[in-house]
C-alpha cells in the first residue's frame, strides 16, 4: 500500500468541527445520555484518512463513550455518522470490523482462558467474546486457519509476542494484554483502528516498542485514532489532537496548537486537574 502524505494537514484551520481534505471518518449531531449526564454531543467531526489523531480531554470528557458508539459497541441516542464513504450508523462491531473499522478497549478485553493465538484468531472474525469461540470451528475459518495462523505469527513477533504465542493469554501482564489487544486488532487489516488508552499500564520499554508500531502503522497507510492522557505520547505521535470536554468537540488542530489552546486548558482547569498532562489519570 502506498502510503498517504502524513503532512496533508498543514492547510487545515484548527477549529472545532472543520472540514479534512479526505475524511475517512464523518460525525454528525452523535448525542449519548447516561441518566441526566449528556456524554456525547459531538456536532460535527471529521477524521483525516492515513494520519495518526490524538483524541484527549479531562477524564469523563466523552471519549470513550464515543468509540463505543461509533464502533457499534453503545447505541447512541441521536445523530448520523459515516465511515469510508458510507453510512454506518447502527452497524454491529463485527460489521463494522469487516468494513476496516476496528478499535481497542481502555480495560483490555483479552480473553484470559484463550490462550495467545486463540486471541489472535478470534481478532480475524472481527469480533470477540467466548460465545464466539464456535465460529473458529466452523468450516469457512477452518479453511482460511493456515492463512490466518500465518498472519496472527508474523503480527506476535512484530509485537514480541511470539514467545507467549502458545501461553493461556491469562498469563500475560498488563501491558503485554494491551500489546495483544492491539495486534488482535490487525487481523482484520483495518483501515482504521481506535484506540483507547493503548499506553496506560504499559511499561516504559513496551510502551517505546508499541508507539513505533503505531507510527508504523500510519506510515503503512493506516489511519489511527486514539485516546491519550500522556500529553508527550500525543504531542509526539499526533499529526492532528481534537479535544473532547463535557461530551463536546471543544478544540481540534496540529499539536503545536492545541497546548496554549484556551479552551483545552479551561477543559482541564474546569475538571478540577493541572494543565494538560500535568494531573490527568489514566
Ligand atoms: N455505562 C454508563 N452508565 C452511566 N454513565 C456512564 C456510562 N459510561 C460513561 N458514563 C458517563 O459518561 C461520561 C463520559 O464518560 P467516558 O467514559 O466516555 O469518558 P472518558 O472521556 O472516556 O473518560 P476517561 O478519560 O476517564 O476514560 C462520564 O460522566 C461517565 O460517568
Ligand atoms: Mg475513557
Not at 459497541?73 to 476496528?102: E, N, P
Not at 467466548?130 to 479453511?143: F, K, S, T
Request: a neutral charge; aromatic letters at 4%; one cysteine or more.
Amino acid at each position: 500500500m502506498t502510503a498517504p502524505p502524513r503532512g496533508v494537514l498543514a492547510g487545515t484551520a484548527a477549529e472545532p468541527g472543520v472540514a479534512k481534505p479526505d475524511p475517512l471518518l464523518v460525525v454528525d449531531r452523535v448525542g449519548k445520555a447516561f441518566g441526566g449526564i449528556q456524554a456525547v454531543d459531538v456536532e460535527h467531526l471529521e477524521v483525516q484518512r492515513g494520519v495518526i489523531t490524538g483524541l484527549i480531554g479531562p477524564n469523563g470528557a466523552g471519549k470513550t463513550t464515543l468509540f463505543n458508539l461509533l464502533t457499534g459497541f453503545d447505541r447512541a441516542d441521536t445523530g448520523t455518522w459515516s465511515f469510508d464513504g458510507r453510512a454506518v450508523a447502527g452497524l454491529a462491531a463485527h460489521r463494522l470490523a469487516r468494513r476496516g473499522m476496528v478499535r481497542t478497549f481502555q480495560l483490555t478485553k483479552v480473553l484470559g482462558r484463550l490462550t495467545v493465538l486463540e486471541n489472535m484468531k478470534l481478532g480475524a472474525t472481527g469480533q470477540r467474546g467466548e460465545r464466539l469461540v464456535p465460529a473458529l470451528l466452523r468450516p469457512a475459518w477452518r479453511r482460511q486457519e493456515a492463512a490466518i495462523e500465518r498472519r496472527a505469527d508474523v503480527l506476535l513477533a512484530r509485537f514480541k509476542l511470539d514467545a507467549m504465542r502458545d501461553a493461556y493469554a491469562g498469563y500475560l501482564s498488563g501491558g503485554q494484554r494491551k500489546l495483544l489487544e492491539v495486534a488482535r486488532a490487525l487481523m482484520v487489516e483495518p483501515t482504521m483502528v481506535m484506540l483507547d488508552e493503548p499506553m496506560a499500564g504499559v511499561n516504559p520499554a513496551l510502551r517505546q516498542s508499541l508507539l513505533g508500531q503505531i507510527t508504523d502503522l500510519a506510515d503503512g497507510g493506516t489511519s489511527v485514532l486514539f485516546v491519550e492522557h500522556d500529553m508527550d505520547v500525543v504531542m509526539r505521535i499526533s499529526d492532528w489532537v481534537v479535544c473532547m470536554a463535557q461530551g463536546q468537540v471543544i478544540a481540534e488542530g496540529p499539536p503545536s496548537s492545541i497546548l496554549g489552546n484556551r479552551a483545552v486548558i479551561d477543559a482541564y482547569l474546569g475538571s478540577q486537574h493541572d494543565e494538560p498532562g500535568l494531573g490527568e489519570q489514566p
